[in-house]
């Protein structure tokens, strides 16, 4: 098990750019799938993108491809997404989520995820 703490959410203008990071513990991080996820007001949490520890590969929700990068620093125990050409859409608390035993075919799916982040929260203004 791993301990997640996220970072910079924040106001930002349709258009603009952010970068969230997603601090891990323990010396197993890095063997670690890392994800995002994000859930708005009155929606259901939704998964925005994962890179896997085995090769790397990374996959995005495809609302978000092209506009968003995921990676990671296992130097550092840190995920990032960085969010590029934000829409009013975007708005919605991002959580990182991590777990050392998921399969690729469930790599989207919440309950694939043990390990959870408290979130941070990202508003776009149109």
């Known amino acids: 098990q791993v301990q997640l703490v996220e970072s910079g959410g924040g106001l930002v203008q349709a258009g603009g750019s952010l970068r969230l990071s997603c601090a891990g513990s323990?010396?197993?991080?890095?063997?670690?799938?890392g994800a995002w996820f994000r859930q708005a007001p009155g929606k259901e949490r939704e998964f925005v993108a994962a890179i896997r520890h085995v090769g790397g590969s990374t996959h995005y929700a495809e609302s978000v491809k092209g506009r968003f990068t995921i990676s990671r620093d296992s130097a550092k125990k840190t995920l990032y997404l960085q969010m590029n050409s934000l829409k009013p859409e975007d708005t919605a608390v991002y959580l990182c989520a991590a777990d050392s035993g998921v399969i690729l075919s469930q790599i989207r799916s919440i309950g694939a995820y043990d390990d959870w982040g408290q979130g941070t929260q990202v508003t776009v203004s149109s």
């Open positions: 323990g010396p197993t991080f890095r063997t670690y799938t």
